[in-house]
Structure formats: C-alpha cells, structure tokens
C-alpha cells in the first residue's frame, strides 16, 4: 500500500485517518507541493503526472488500483478493507454520512484549495487579508449545516454519526484544522469542536496530524 501523500494536504490527512483506523500499514510517499523558494512542486513533475494526471494529492496505489480522488480512495478503502468499517450498516446512515462529508468535500475545501488560493492571488491580485475573510466565509458556512447535522445525529457527542468514527469525522478532523491554521473563529460550533477534541484524543487521529508526518516542515 503507498499513499503518494503531503502533511499539509487535508485530502491527504483524510485518508491517512482512515488507513489508521483501519489498522492498513501504508507507505507515505511525499510529494511536496510548493518547490523551493515557492517554486512549482513536485506534483507537476513529469514522473508524477504520468502515473496521476490530475497532479494532486492522494494518490493511493495498492497494487491492485492506482486511485486519486480522496472521496474515491475512501470509499474502495472502505469496500475492499472491510474491517473496522466507517460507513454504517444502514443504507439511510450511510447516506446520511456521505452527506455530511460531501458538505465538507463539496462545499468546503473546493473554494479553500491551495490552487484557488494561488489563482485568487497572482492572477486576481486578491490581498491576504481578502483571502482569509474569502477562506473563514466558507467554512463557517458550513460549519453552521455541520453543527446541525452533528447536534441531530452524533448519539455520543463523540463522533458526528453515531456512537462510533465514520468518514464524517475524517473529514471533519482535517477541515477543523485549517480553520485553526487560518484564523477562523469557529467557537460558536461547540458540537463539532467537541467531536474533534474526542476524535484528536484517538491515536489513530493523532498519529494523522500534519505535524506527525515524516515530510512536516
């Protein structure tokens, strides 16, 4: 299993949560996405792009599928590993789950992306103070859906969904940690911070953090 990863990917740090909680040993390959200097990274690099087209991160081969697409390793992962699942067993609750991490994937990360984040300001000349309001106004957005969606169906108040982890929280984890990177005032969602300090407390959350990875600068 190798995950072509980058620590400050959350993509990236989704699918590293998920490999954890699974128990599946994984190699991380790092591909760096800012070069030296803010140079273009290795993403573009002519060996990459051959084997991901798309030039993101993750990408995840297995020696049975070579997959990018985050929303798409997460669910093979969670169909060809099925211990310890992260979807539950009713067809109603996974729906319900998968709307929640469409909320974050869709809605969320699309317009906070470091490609619309270098677009907005070489080519729009968009300031740094612009950006971050850009950025906050996105994710309190849908943290204020998320934190209904949380209060209505986390039964513990540990987990989004349920009484267990599911892909609502390894995309919840990651996204709540840009809002921190970036300044968002996220207080007044106390579900979803509270599901996150739970989740943070697992190890297979905490070994998933940016900072834990081996290409973390």
Same mark, same amino acid.
């Given at each position: 299993?190798?995950?072509?990863?980058?620590?400050?990917? =959350?993509?990236?740090?989704?699918?590293?949560?998920?490999?954890?909680?699974?128990?599946?040993?994984?190699?991380?390959?790092? $591909? !760096?996405?800012?070069? !030296?200097?803010?140079? !273009?990274?290795?993403?573009?690099?002519?060996?990459?792009?051959?084997?991901?087209?798309?030039?993101?991160?993750?990408?995840?081969?297995?020696?049975?599928?070579?997959?990018?697409?985050?929303? %798409? $390793?997460?669910?093979?992962?969670?169909? +060809?590993?099925?211990?310890?699942?992260?979807? /539950?067993?009713?067809?109603? +609750?996974?729906?319900?789950?998968?709307?929640?991490?469409?909320? $974050?994937?869709?809605? $969320?990360? /699309?317009?906070?992306?470091?490609?619309?984040?270098?677009? *907005?300001?070489?080519?729009? &000349?968009?300031?740094?103070?612009?950006?971050?309001?850009?950025?906050?106004?996105?994710?309190?957005?849908?943290?204020?859906?998320?934190?209904?969606? %949380?209060?209505?169906?986390?039964? =513990?108040?540990?987990?989004?969904?349920?009484?267990?982890?599911?892909?609502? &929280?390894?995309? *919840?984890?990651?996204?709540?940690?840009?809002?921190?990177?970036?300044?968002?005032?996220?207080?007044?969602?106390?579900?979803?911070?509270?599901?996150?300090? +739970?989740?943070?407390?697992?190890?297979?959350?905490?070994?998933?953090?940016?900072?834990?990875?081996? &290409?973390?600068?």
């Amino acid at each position: 299993m190798k995950l072509y990863d980058y620590w400050r990917s =959350s993509a990236a740090y989704r699918v590293r949560i998920a490999l954890n909680v699974k128990g599946i040993d994984y190699e991380s390959i790092s $591909i !760096p996405l800012i070069g !030296p200097g803010g140079s !273009p990274g290795k993403q573009f690099s002519e060996e990459y792009l051959a084997m991901n087209p798309q030039g993101r991160v993750p990408f995840l081969d297995d020696g049975k599928i070579a997959l990018g697409q985050s929303q %798409a $390793i997460l669910e093979y992962i969670e169909e +060809a590993y099925p211990d310890t699942p992260l979807l /539950p067993g009713s067809a109603i +609750a996974r729906a319900h789950v998968r709307s929640f991490c469409n909320l $974050i994937a869709c809605d $969320i990360h /699309p317009l906070n992306n470091s490609s619309v984040m270098v677009y *907005l300001k070489k080519e729009l &000349d968009v300031s740094d103070e612009d950006y971050v309001t850009w950025y906050g106004h996105w994710i309190r957005r849908g943290f204020r859906a998320g934190e209904t969606f %949380a209060k209505e169906h986390s039964a =513990s108040g540990e987990f989004v969904f349920g009484d267990s982890v599911t892909l609502a &929280d390894c995309f *919840l984890v990651p996204q709540m940690y840009n809002a921190h990177r970036f300044n968002v005032v996220v207080d007044d969602f106390p579900t979803l911070n509270g599901i996150v300090a +739970a989740c943070n407390k697992l190890t297979a959350f905490a070994a998933a953090i940016p900072e834990a990875q081996p &290409d973390a600068s």
